[in-house]
């Protein structure tokens, strides 16, 4: 039986984390989600620090990072994720309202797996965040030994 990994959520506007939320439990997805507030608290989530010192030390299936992040951005988030070996398997898929060409392309340049820009409209969006959910966190299957940290 393969055990579900978690969906790490990293947003700061409320709305969207509400939105994020309901699109995943629309599919009844079994994962466990957590949302971090800012670019740290994901940090800190990541190397089980501060808040988060206790808790299990496997990394999530896939992380929805925003780009626009109190504290550290999220290209800041996706950079120092990318480079530490224990944490660059994890499947990023930034989940932004940038548009920006200069956004897509650092984005690209430190490892993101997709960018997704999105949707204005309220259906778009909970449709794009369950099709997400369902492709990283049921139907991608990660390398094997990727949701453990290494030692």
């Known amino acids: 039986m393969t055990t579900l990994g978690r969906i790490l959520v990293v947003e700061d506007d409320p709305n969207d984390v509400e939105l994020t939320l309901i699109a995943l439990g ?7 989600v957590v949302v971090t507030r800012d670019g740290q608290q994901a940090l800190d ?16 299936a896939v992380m929805l990072l925003d780009l ?13 994720i990318k480079t530490d070996e224990s944490l660059r398997m994890i499947p990023v898929v930034v989940l932004t309202s940038s548009h920006e060409e200069k956004d ?6 430190f490892g993101v797996n997709a960018y997704v820009v999105k949707p204005v409209d309220f259906h778009e969006f909970v449709n794009a965040v369950k099709e997400l959910g369902i ?5 991608n ?6 949701m453990k940290k290494l030692p």
């Open 104 to 109: 897509k392309m650092r984005s690209y340049k």
């Open 45 to 60: 989530y990541l190397y089980c620090r501060g808040e988060f010192h206790t808790r299990s030390n496997e990394n999530p």
């Open 135 to 139: 492709f990283w966190a049921v139907v």
């Open 68 to 80: 626009k992040l109190p504290r550290v951005d999220g290209l800041e988030v996706l950079q120092q």
């Open 141 to 146: 299957e990660p390398p094997p030994g990727s």
């Open 26 to 32: 629309e599919y009844h997805l079994a994962n466990e």
